[in-house]
Structure formats: C-alpha cells, structure tokens
C-alpha cells in the first residue's frame, strides 16, 4: 500500500485562503459566545490595572512624558485585536522596546523635548512600516536566525541594563546621560552619598510589596481559603495599582514632594490622545533605520514567543506573517495618535491568558478602561513618585535575569552557552543593539565552525546485523582491506578540505586498505567545492592504490552527482544502495 | 576482527615532529641528489625569463618603478624555497596582488612618489607580519571558507579589472585615477580619439605574438619534429622575453620614443636591491590594514592552491600553516629590500613544475639569475615600451577569466552559480577588497538559507528488506496509522520551527496518524534551541493524540540527549535503533 505524503516542504499550502486569514477578528467576532464575555471582561480589566502603571513606568523609561505609555495603549491595543493572530496577547509599551527607544533617539535629542517626542513618533511610524511590510512579503522566518541561546543572553543583559537605568530614580540622584552599562554603574557609585533616603524608602518599601504580591500572596490566599480562587489573580495582580495609590497618597498627605525633594510625575494633560502627524522626513529616517530594524526584530520576537506558547496551549495557531502585520499596524497606530513603539509583552499576556482572555474583545475592553483613566483620572497621579514606577520596572525585568537556561546549555551544548555568554556581555559591553547583532553573529559562526570540523567515523558489522556503527563505541566487525567511514555532515567548501586530509591521513596510517568505502547516509548535499575536491580525492586516493566506493547516497544528491557525469566518472558500479551491500560486495566475505 | 581507526579528527596528530617540519629545505637539501640538479637548472632558468619581463610589469602594474618588481624576485624567491613546503611553487609579484597594491596603496599616496614606494614596502610588512603569525597560531583552516565559487568569481572579475587597466598603455593614452571598474571603462571610452597608433600597433603586435607562443607554437613545433622535446617548453615560454627584445629595438632603433612619442621605462638603476627599513608607523599601519588583510588571505589562497594540485601530481605534501610562514617570510624579505607584496604564482609555478623544478633549488637559481639581470642587464631596458609589458599582462590574466566553471555550476548547483556571480559582479561594482567580502558573506548566507529549510522526505519500506526510502522516488510500503519521516539535516536554531511547522502540517493532513517516526541518521547534531523546539514538539503532538518516537539516533547525539533527560521525558522505549526496527513494533506486523 502506498500513501501520499503531505504537502512537502510547504506546510499548510493549498488551504482555503478566507478573508479570516487577512482580518482574523471575523474569526471570533462573527461566531462570539455570551460564555467567552466573562473571561473577556475580567481579562481585560486585569491588564487594565497592570498597564495604568506599566504604561507609564514604561514611558519614563523611554525618556517620554507618562502620558505618551498610556496613549500607546490605545489604538495599538485596538488595531492588534482585530488583526493579529493571537487572543490573548497584550499589547502595548514594554521595556525592552522601550530601553531601545532610550538609547536610540536618546543620541540624537535631549529626553523629554518636543523634539524627542518627535523622533518617537517617526520611530514608530518606522517599525510600523517596516513590520508591515516584513509580513506582506512573508519574512517572518528571518526571526528562526535568533537561537535561543542569544535571545536568553540578550534578554538577561538587557533586563540588568534596564534595572541598573532605575536606580537613579530609585536613589533620588542626577546621572548623565551615558551608552555604556559600565560606565553607568560607575556614575551611580559616584553619585551613592548624594542618595534621597526618603526616595529609597518609598522605592524599596514598593519593591517589597510587589515581590510579596507576586511571589507570596497568591500561594498565602490560596492556602488560607475565604477568597474565591477566580479573585486570586486579580489581587495578585494589582500590586503595581496599590503602589501608585499609596504612594501618592504618602507623597501628598506628607507634602515629600516639598519637603523631601521626592521627584514625582507632575502633570499629566486629561483627554484622549492627540492625533498626530510623525514626521516625513528622509534624513531622520535614515538615522533612526538602524534602531528601527533592531526594535522590529526584537519586538517582533518577544512577541512571537508568547503567542505561540500561549495559542500551543488552547491548539490555536499562530501565523507568524500575519502577527507581523498585526503588529506593524498597531504600531503605525501608535505613530498617528501621540504613542511609542509597541509589542505584545511578556507579563501581560501571560495574566490577560489566566485571567480568562478567550478573543481579542479582552484587549479591546484594556483600551477603553485606558482610555477612561487618561480622560478622567490623570489629576491622580500628580504626586505618583518616580520611584514608586520604577520599583514597578525593576521587579518586572527581575524576573528576565536568566541563569538556568545558562547552566542548561553548559551541561548541554558548550557552543550554544558560548553564544549566550557572548550576547550577554556584548549587550553590556558596546550596547544593546550592537550586542544582538554581535551575538547573531557569533550563533551564525559557531555553527559555521562546527559543521566545518564534521565528525567522522570509522564503522564496523554490528553482529551479523546489517547495521553499521562507530568502531569506536560498538563492538563490531571490520575487514583488513575494506575501510567503512561515514561522514556526518553535509559537504560543503568549508569542510571539503577537512575530509579530504582525513580520509588521506586514515589511508597513510593503514596500508592494507586498498578499499574505501564512503557512507553518504548523512551527506545532504554535496556542493561545487566539495565536488571538486571529492574528484581529485578519487585521483588521489587512486595515486595510493585505493578504490573508492559511496553507499547510501540520498537520492537528491545522486541526481546532482549524475548532472554533472560524477557518477560516469566514478563508475555506476561502485556506488552502493546500502553499505551492507557494499560491504558484501568488497570484503569478498 | 576490530581494528582501530585513524587518528580520528586530527590528521597527522602523534607524527614525530622534526627540524625539517620548520625548515622544510632540509629535506631536499640533506638528500640532494645529483640526477635532480639538471631539472633545476632548466626550471630556475625558464621562469628568470618569464620573471624579468613578467616582475617589471606587475611592478608598474601595482603603481612602481619597472625595478621593484625585480628586487621582488630576488630574497622573497630565496626565503620561500627555504621555508616553504612546496617544491616547485615559484614566487615573485603576480598581478592580483599587484592590483591590490595599486587599489589600497592608491587610495593613500600618488602612484611613482617616495611616499607610494614607503606605503609598498609598510604594506609588505604587513602581510608579512600577518602570514608568518596565521601560521604560527595554525589558521591556515580560514582560507577554507573561500568557496571554489567565490574563488572563481573572484578571480574572473579582478582579471578582467586588470586587463582593462593595461589598456591605456595599449592604447597610449591617460587615465585619471579612478576607484570603479566602469567609471574606468567610461573613461577610456572618452579618450579612443587620443589613442597613440604607433603604441596600440606595438601592443596589439606584441597580444599577437603571445597568443601564438602560448597556444600554437608548441603543438607546432611538437607536430614539425625536429626541435627536442626538452626544449619545447623554454621555446614557447620565452615568448615575453622575446617581446621584450624585439620592441625595444624597434622603439631604439626607430626612434619611436622621441617621434611617435610611445612611453617607454626609461632608467632602470643597476645594482642590487637597496635594504630598506619598513615604516614602523602605527597610524600608517591602521590605514594599511584592510588592504593588508586581503592580500594576506587571497595571497595564500592563489599560492595554496596552486601548490597543492602540484605538489599531488607527485605525492609530496603541502602544510598549510607552513605555506603561510614560508609566504609571510618571503614577504617580510621583500619589505626589506625595497620589494612589494609577492605570492606564489600560478602560471609560473605550472612552467617551473613542467620544467622539471625538482627542489626549491630552482627557486634560488631563479632568484641568482635576476640578481644578474639587475646589476648588468637593466640599460638594456630603457627603451622597452610600457605598451609591451602591459601587453604581457593583458595575455597572462586572459586565461583567468573563466566561464566554464560558471557554466558548470548552473547546471550542477544553482546556489553556487548564484554566489560566483555575485562574487563577480560585485569585485566589478564595489571593488576587489569590498568585493570578495561581499562573496564570501553571500556563499556562508546561501550555506544557511539551505541549511535552514531542509530536505524532509517521508519514508516507506523497500520490499521486504530493512531498507525504507522516500515515498516520491521509490516504490515502498507504508503504514495507515505510522508515519516515517526522513530529516535530511542536523536541528539547530535556523531550522528547528520549519521542522516543527511541517510536522504539525502532516498530522493535521493525515488524521489516520497515531504514531510518527522521526529517522536521524542524517541529524548529526541538536542544538539547543531545537531540543526546546523537539520538547514542545512531543507535547503538541501528544494534545493531537500522536505519539512521537525516534530512529537511528546517533551515538553523540544520543548522548547528549541522555546528558539532559531529554531521553527520559520521552521514554528510553521510544528511541529504536534502527527504522526497521521502531516500524516493525509500532506497525503492529
């Protein structure tokens, strides 16, 4: 019986191409279940409460107004529901992206200008239209050019970047503006006498809290009992929303703000965001592409990986063209109404998915309750104190310092934990986006270098099987004249030269072999370099009284060896099916 | 029986190492046999004559005095053949290298000034200095990632921008100075009416007489009889000497310099090459380097290849690491006696072998008869019209541009085609040193474009045998509810979410599915990012209600898998030795 195989080399080719593809809300909004509505509203209000804060924080970060985080928590929330392909993930200000717009248009204005706000915009009217158009002509697979290992060193550095940029706000103190980490930390240990402890008091006393909520409170609930287990995440959840009040409220009953130079937030202008016009200008354009194409990548990555963990829990799919052009609009969204870069951030989406988010309504619920505060609420946080938000910051990126993945690629593969530790101190060292770039590279080289060193093994008869396996690690059979290597690596010009000094040093040091047999089993293509050496081996080889012979040679490469009269130069007959064959045939056994 | 198998890995490891592994000459100069002194003789004396016209011309070529190019040819020649592991690899100027020198030296000081004469020989050191320590620290390897295409491409295009260099000597005409392949072209262009006739006459005559030296003369003299044999090859190379000869009699004779005003070389001093001190110059250095870099690597790559085909024609070994000593010496020789970068060159080293070079004693016999030539033949030079030299050169690059390789790689691998014309196109767009770096990168990005979608075949039985193929090549059976597949390539970052999406593609279009194979005897290694990707893998299947089992895992891979408990999550019993045997169990037949 003989069956079809699937659409091969081109999954999911040949579906139904619908309008849902392009516009995926008609996937939920045209079917909606009253059921889903619950979930979706509690989900919604949840991030709600989560963003007010992070939106904010998340701004300062960013060298912009508080208000800038919160109107990117609008449109971008409302454009992403309609066409991304995720339902549950939350979109809006992060702090990766942001950290990236503060090193990026930090060197070409002065924070909290008009003209940096400027940049902002032209920024996110950029990674806009450059993810959109990554997702139209389907590039969404340049992000599998990120290994894991340079995205967990990447993250880690730039979540210490991120936290180390806080402490100025969390000690009260004036830093210049500086690109390096190192030189960061230093201006900080310069600047420690000069700390506002009624600053630090407020700044540590919240990051207490908020690692009591998110780490302790939820687990003490639970086993207490008396609150209802669908309440637990909410409460949990409000940490940041309950160090907003009760700092500002301490700042304003105590007058700290006057007293005690607590540095606060000051105005935050009431009423929707302003539609604005970034600028269309091709000289700042050319000077903010390369942050551009860093925070498309990056936003683009950290919120891929959420999607499709969380859709892989509910067996929805995740399209990863389509979530670039989800993104991409949500950001063109943010450019044209007084907003930052945006992306689906880690944490949210993780609580907007507990929380009961079934379809995109949640988010689009997000953004009219965001869009409520900024008309009505503003005037509150006044006396909200920086350093209450960036308590908020540093225990978010806290948890992004990732050791485990470290010592688990030590124990696994060297070469992917050299890579991570390179990412790592690069970001650190010469700045976040000349690290990744730095640590793409090195991924890239590493596995250049290791498949230009394929390993190579000599192998014997396991048995009377017609298997055959390393000498070196099975106890098998060999014949005095016949040599069986296999080759465990495609060949290619970086590794054509390394086989050929193998293969001549193995006949120098074994001069009964007067057969060599080359099994292919592994070999997936053979291209022009390795031909040509693969030719002058078999000349060379023949110089030394040996014969050679291939077994198991993949059908692709056997077409392309037979194009080009390889296989007539060779001899049809002293290539092999099987290296069983092969060896029953030239042992003379 | 079991043997043991070679030196796995590192060829030539555990061979005595002895004196004449660094200085190779003892080896042919501890046994000289007199029976070899003849070969020597003859060879030493064939390539001074092609030495003398070539040297001066690649001199004026790279922008110097006729004169550097023979003090060049004098200690460098010497050096090497003490050094170096090659027999019969004849160094000296080639024109590629005297391009580059013209290019990087170029951009720096006006060609025929002290201060151009200063950057050569800083330029020399430089590529000394490089080589000698690639070879000390063994990086001899890197010359590997030069792909047979980029090589070619490469080397097509620079023959090309060397040959329409000479043209304004042809032609008698001037040429500013420019960085562009076709800003050169259209400047000639607009000078065709100010062509010199006497000269273009001298130079087309002279492209003639070549041409029918090198192709014709020989068979010709091979068909008439009458000539030995032993002096076929002297005869049709002294073709440029001969040139030489006869044009600058002509030009003394008629007065052409003075009446037709053709440019001749004028003055050459007499005497032995001056020592000379390199600049120890830090800045200057800085600005060498990019062109030192290049010429370092594309020096090695001529002179490596060339002495390896040599060298196998009669089994004798060529170290790479060595060849970059002897070669960085040499050139650290030419820094100090007022040379310029030298290399081995191809056509020479082919007449030097063909000649009957028996020893590096050729070299140094060469080296003797320009050091002859120099201190009592150089008046007879002063009329040698530069339309004839750059005739010589026009016919010694014709030879290098070379389309059917080109034409051998379309048909046998598009990508390799895909990175000569790049490689070429780009030398001619951008430049030899921009150039070859393009290609390089273009052939190291095709390599992971195809590693990153690779070739999965589904699989069925052969028969009744042990054997199981691709289901669209061969006519094999398959099982309803177990699907074999076939993954043609190690996983790793680039290529582990194409894996997972074509999986989770074939379950969904076969519900019959409960069971799946994976084959991994062409996975040479998982990197980390694809064990993530396999772990996430076992569980979307196993929500689909599909089963994930593997086959032909191999030993590394297997122990690395077991390192992790990778093996254990999925259940030792679930890992099949062999394909036969995982469809054997799960078939249920």
Redesign the interface.
């Known amino acids: 019986?003989?069956?079809?195989?699937?659409?091969?080399?081109t999954?999911?080719k040949g579906r139904t191409v619908r309008l849902s593809r392009y516009l995926p809300f008609l996937d939920w909004l045209l079917h909606y279940h009253s059921q889903d509505l619950a979930g979706d509203l509690m989900a919604g209000a949840i991030v709600a409460i989560m963003l007010v804060p992070q939106g904010m924080a998340y701004a300062l970060l960013a060298g912009l107004p508080a208000q800038v985080g919160l109107y990117a928590s609008i449109l971008p929330l409302t454009l992403y529901a309609l066409l991304g392909t995720s339902r549950a993930l939350a979109v809006g200000p992060v702090a990766m992206v942001s950290l990236l717009v503060a090193t990026g248009v930090g060197q070409l204005a002065q924070p909290n200008t008009p003209e940096y706000l400027v940049l902002a915009l032209a920024l996110a009217l950029l990674v806009g239209v450059i993810q959109t158009m990554m997702g139209l002509v389907r590039l969404g697979?340049l992000v599998?050019?990120?290994?894991?290992?340079?995205i967990s060193g990447f993250t880690s550095a730039a979540a210490l970047v991120i936290g180390v940029s806080q402490l100025k706000h969390l000690l009260g103190i004036r830093i210049p503006l500086t690109e390096s980490f190192f030189e960061l930390l230093s201006a900080i240990a310069q600047q420690l006498p000069a700390t506002n402890l009624v600053t630090l008091g407020i700044g540590l006393g919240s990051i207490t809290i908020l690692f009591y909520f998110n780490r302790r409170l939820g687990r003490l609930l639970r086993r207490r009992g008396g609150v209802a287990p669908s309440l637990i995440v909410p409460i949990t959840r409000s940490g940041p929303l309950l160090i907003v009040l009760v700092s500002t409220l301490l700042v304003w009953g105590l007058g700290l703000a006057e007293i005690a130079d607590v540095k606060i937030v000051g105005e935050i202008p009431a009423g929707l965001p302003p539609v604005t016009l970034p600028a269309f200008n091709w000289t700042l354009w050319r000077q903010l592409m390369p942050t551009a194409l860093v925070i498309s990548f990056v936003g683009f990555m950290e919120s891929i990986a959420v999607a499709k963990s969380l859709a892989?829990k509910r067996?929805q799919k995740i399209d990863a063209n389509q979530e670039l052009i989800g993104l991409g609009v949500a950001n063109l969204g943010a450019a044209f109404t007084g907003g930052y870069p945006v992306t689906g951030g880690f944490s949210r989406s993780v609580v907007n998915f507990t929380a009961g988010a079934n379809t995109g309504l949640a988010s689009i619920i997000t953004a009219l309750l965001i869009a409520v505060t900024i008309i009505f609420l503003t005037p509150l946080f006044y006396f909200l104190p920086q350093a209450a938000l960036a308590s908020i910051i540093i225990v978010a990126v806290s948890s992004l310092v990732d050791v485990a993945t470290l010592k688990?690629?030590w124990?696994?593969?060297k070469?992917?934990a050299a890579s991570l530790l390179v990412t790592f101190v690069a970001v650190l060292a010469t700045g976040i986006e000349t690290g990744i770039v730095v640590g793409i590279v090195t991924?890239?080289v590493l596995?250049?270098w290791?498949?230009?060193?394929?390993?190579?093994?000599?192998v014997?008869r396991v048995g009377d099987s017609?298997?055959f396996?390393?000498?070196?690690?099975h106890?098998?059979?060999?014949?005095?004249h016949v040599m069986a290597i296999r080759v465990?690596?495609?060949l290619?010009?970086?590794?054509?030269?390394?086989l050929e000094?193998?293969i001549?040093?193995?006949v120098a040091?074994?001069p009964d072999v007067s057969r060599l047999v080359i099994i292919c089993?592994?070999?997936?293509?053979i291209?022009?370099?390795a031909?040509?050496t693969l030719e002058?081996l078999i000349?060379?080889l023949k110089?030394?009284g040996v014969t050679l012979y291939l077994a198991e040679v993949?059908?692709?490469v056997m077409d392309?060896l037979r194009?080009?009269g390889f296989v007539r130069k060779l001899g049809e007959d002293r290539i092999f099916?099987?290296t069983h064959q092969a060896m029953r045939a030239l042992s003379g056994q």
Chains 1, 2 share one sequence.
């Open positions: 019986m003989t069956t079809k195989p699937p659409g091969v080399g999954p999911g697979f599998n050019f990120l290994s894991h290992a340079v892989s067996r688990h690629m124990r696994y593969d070469s992917d991924a890239l596995y250049l290791r498949t230009s060193r394929p390993h190579i093994a000599v014997g017609e298997h396996r390393n000498v070196l690690r106890q098998v059979t060999t014949y005095p465990d690596e495609s290619y010009f970086a590794n054509a030269k390394y000094d193998y001549l040093g193995a040091d074994h089993s592994a070999i997936n293509f291209d022009a370099s031909l040509e002058s000349d060379e110089d030394s993949k059908g692709p392309q194009k080009v099916l099987s």
